[in-house]
């Protein structure tokens, strides 16, 4: 089993909706989660940390499920411009991302 | 504040030449690393290093080597290119193991 895995995607959504993306992890003592955004030919960037208590970041929300050993990603309202890969890291492993495509 | 800077941006390279993939930084971290990324396979860790003069292994750390002479620098060394080693290579850095990490704008390698 990897690691950290993600479904792949894409999710295709349409403006204005909720998607929520799920992000598995194996090792029961991780600490330390991330959420990036990659546009198309470009670098990762941080979008979030995950937090054990849940965070949120405007229209984006973070939460960690320790008992079933995930974490997730809650955008609200997206927006065209969210349209992304998404990827979960645990330390400095990263999940494969998962696609989302906002369409009009 | 420059971040993580990588050169070169694109390369193409025979079977059997060596290269290296330059990579620094500016924010006087510790921890820096080399992933590759491919199509479905997303980011697998080459090499990391912990400090100056550490140095680790990887996921995928066959061909290719690093060295960290200074906090600032890790460079990558491809020994013999070979066409499984075309792939988008991205540096990082982190203030520790913990801690969020940057990335620099990616190397895309062919090798032919």
């Known amino acids: 089993r990897k690691e950290v895995e993600q479904d792949p995607g894409p999710f295709n959504v349409p403006e204005g909706a909720t998607v929520a993306f799920n992000c598995t992890y194996s090792?029961?003592?991780?600490?330390?989660f991330f959420w990036y955004r990659q546009d198309c030919r470009k670098e990762p960037k941080l979008l979030m940390s995950?937090?054990?208590s849940g965070n949120e970041d405007g229209r984006f929300t973070a939460q960690l499920n320790r008992a079933s050993q995930y974490i997730s990603l809650l955008i609200r309202d997206s927006k065209l411009s969210d349209s992304a890969t998404y990827l979960c890291?645990?330390?400095?492993?990263f999940g494969t991302g998962t696609k989302l495509q906002v369409i009009p | 504040n420059a971040g993580v800077t990588q050169t070169p941006k694109f390369q193409v390279l025979k079977t059997g030449q060596s290269m290296t993939l330059q990579c620094a930084q500016d924010?006087?971290?510790?921890?820096m690393s080399w992933y590759r990324q491919d199509p479905g396979m997303g980011l697998r860790l080459i090499h990391y290093?912990?400090?100056?003069?550490?140095?680790d292994q990887g996921e995928v750390p066959n061909g290719y080597n690093v060295s960290r002479s200074t906090t600032e620098d890790f460079p990558l060394r491809l020994l013999s290119a070979a066409p499984s080693q075309t792939s988008v290579y991205f540096c990082?850095?982190?203030?520790?193991?913990?801690?969020?990490?940057?990335f620099g704008q990616g190397t895309r390698l062919t090798v032919v």
């Open positions: 995950v937090y054990s």
């Open positions: 924010m006087n971290h510790e921890y």
């Open positions: 290093s912990v400090g100056a003069g550490i140095t």
């Open positions: 090792n029961s003592a991780s600490q330390s």
């Open positions: 890291s645990e330390k400095v492993t």
């Open positions: 990082a850095s982190s203030w520790e193991l913990n801690t969020e990490a940057f």
